[in-house]
């Protein structure tokens, strides 16, 4: 806790470069050398950001008490291992689609917590015809667990005999949300795929694969962090 490593800093526990550091002291990671009662500590990991399609059956954690397959399971050892990376925001098991991974824990506070209102885009298949009242319903927000939901943008994109093909955009990431609304609607999600997280969009990327953003993605989650209050 803040408070126990201001303790160790007031005993003289804590040294930078050499030196005891003092209350007030800034250190950065990548560069400095940081010991604790005589014991380097290992050096920050670079900032790292990785898409990845997150397939069905596949939890979004870092570690399953239950033994079961996490997103870490489809890196690399030298990713998976070692360079702090964290799922940002979570993907029920039984949804697929867009994820990202990051050990920057400013990133995920901008892309996750709701005062940011970042996009998150989806491909919903439900069960039957939302007809026009239904839809306008689902924009406006429908209320769960005795809140209101914020609206969401929701469009039609093609419809088959017993079910329809919708494009939602959500900003905010409540538990389920989008399941628990299509039911209390009466249209049951079959298949649901997240398209795009913020900026950074799924594409072609096959089912658990990963890549580097690309400089347009990097620019963007830049500019992100830097709007950001």
């Known amino acids: 806790s803040r408070r126990q490593a201001e303790e160790l800093l007031r005993s003289g526990r804590v040294w930078v470069n050499g030196r005891p550091a003092q209350l007030g002291d800034r250190a950065d ?39 079961r397959r996490t997103v870490l399971d489809l890196l690399p050892p030298e990713l998976a291992r070692g360079q702090g990376l964290h799922p940002v925001g ?15 824990g400013q990133l995920t506070l901008a892309l996750t917590h709701p005062r940011f209102s970042h996009p998150r885009t989806y491909r919903v298949w439900v069960a039957g015809h939302p007809d026009g009242p239904c839809l306008e319903a689902w924009r406006l927000g429908v209320p769960l667990d005795g ?12 419809q088959q005999q017993d079910r329809t093909l919708l494009e939602l955009v959500l900003r905010e990431g409540r538990n389920r949300q989008i399941r628990r609304t299509a039911a209390l ?24 694969a990963w890549r580097p953003l690309t400089p347009q993605e990097h620019f963007a989650l830049r500019s992100l962090l830097s709007a950001a209050p």
């Open 29 to 67: 990671p990548l560069r400095d050398e940081l010991r604790v009662d005589g014991r380097r500590l290992p050096s920050a990991a670079a900032p790292l950001t990785l898409p990845l399609h997150n397939p069905l059956g596949v939890h979004s954690t870092c570690h399953d008490p239950a033994g």
């Open 90 to 104: 979570r993907l029920d098991a039984d949804s697929h689609g867009a994820l990202l991974l990051s050990n920057e």
């Open 147 to 158: 809140r209101p939901s914020r609206p969401v943008m929701v469009r039609t994109l093609r």
């Open 185 to 208: 609607l009466g249209h049951p999600v079959l298949d649901l795929l997240r398209l795009a997280v913020g900026p950074v969009r799924l594409g072609d990327l096959a089912p658990g």
